[in-house]
């Protein structure tokens, strides 16, 4: 029966890793689709989500059968657990790479918003991309300072997003109601990407070490909205 269960344990593992990467994979392309307003990527990235929402169901019914019918303690629930938990975040993570392809695709074939507000959320989308691949290698490696990195790479993302409301309020940057909107969505998208990225990096640390990271203010607020 142990062998059953490391098996399935192991496959648990995989199904992580590859969620992770198709993740890593959708941000990165809806960031390029919002870059270049190429509407065939950001459709393959809507239509990639719904893989991501099928592995992530695949994940839950697996670490209900492991707790139903290993009912696993100490070490290997605190495995389970974790899985059913990141895979969840990393769903969410897939819904807000959708939605960024989304805006682009539905502003086709204009940009979303006129530089320089653009050139912020670029920047945003580079660091979403990052921490992106960064979850994907942490969820494989368990590295406990990738995850010390992922956290503060979300400290820099956090930063853009309060400058780009500086942007958009500003009169100089002449948007239009339209463009404000998606600029605001746009970049809640984007710092929500962060926040989850660091909710795993903090999962994980946990999992390897037995103790969290410490939390910035951005990060608590971030929790509170989980």
Same mark, same amino acid.
């Given at each position: ?52 929402? *099928?592995?992530? $169901?695949? !994940?839950?019914?697996?670490? %209900?059968? +492991?707790?139903?019918?290993? =009912?696993?303690?100490? #070490?290997? /629930? ?55 691949? *960064?979850?994907? $290698?942490? !969820?494989?490696?368990?590295? %406990?300072? +990738?995850?010390?990195?992922? =956290?503060?790479?979300? #400290?820099? /993302? ?69």
């Amino acid at each position: 029966m142990r062998d059953i269960f490391n098996q399935e344990l192991k496959q648990l593992g995989a199904d992580l890793e590859s969620m992770a990467r198709q993740v890593a994979t959708a941000i990165e392309r809806a960031s390029e689709s919002l870059r270049h307003g190429d509407i065939i990527i950001a459709e393959q990235v809507i239509d990639a989500d719904e893989r991501i929402n *099928d592995l992530q $169901r695949d !994940i839950d019914d697996m670490c %209900v059968m +492991l707790l139903a019918r290993q =009912q696993p303690v100490a #070490g290997d /629930l605190r495995n389970v657990l974790s899985a059913l938990r990141v895979a969840q975040t990393l769903e969410r993570q897939g819904d807000l790479a959708r939605h960024v392809a989304a805006i682009s695709r539905g502003r086709y074939p204009e940009p979303v918003v006129p530089e320089p507000v653009l050139g912020t959320v670029l920047q945003m989308a580079d660091l979403a991309v990052r921490a992106g691949k *960064d979850v994907s $290698r942490l !969820i494989e490696t368990r590295d %406990v300072q +990738l995850a010390m990195a992922i =956290q503060a790479n979300d #400290g820099e /993302l956090d930063a853009l997003h309060r400058q780009s409301f500086q942007m958009i309020l500003d009169p100089a940057n002449e948007l239009t109601r339209q463009q404000v909107v998606d600029a605001v969505l746009l970049g809640r998208f984007l710092e929500r990407f962060g926040d989850h990225s660091t909710s795993v990096a903090r999962r994980v640390s946990y999992l390897v070490s037995g103790a969290t990271m410490p939390k910035t203010h951005d990060n608590e607020d971030a929790d509170a909205l989980h």
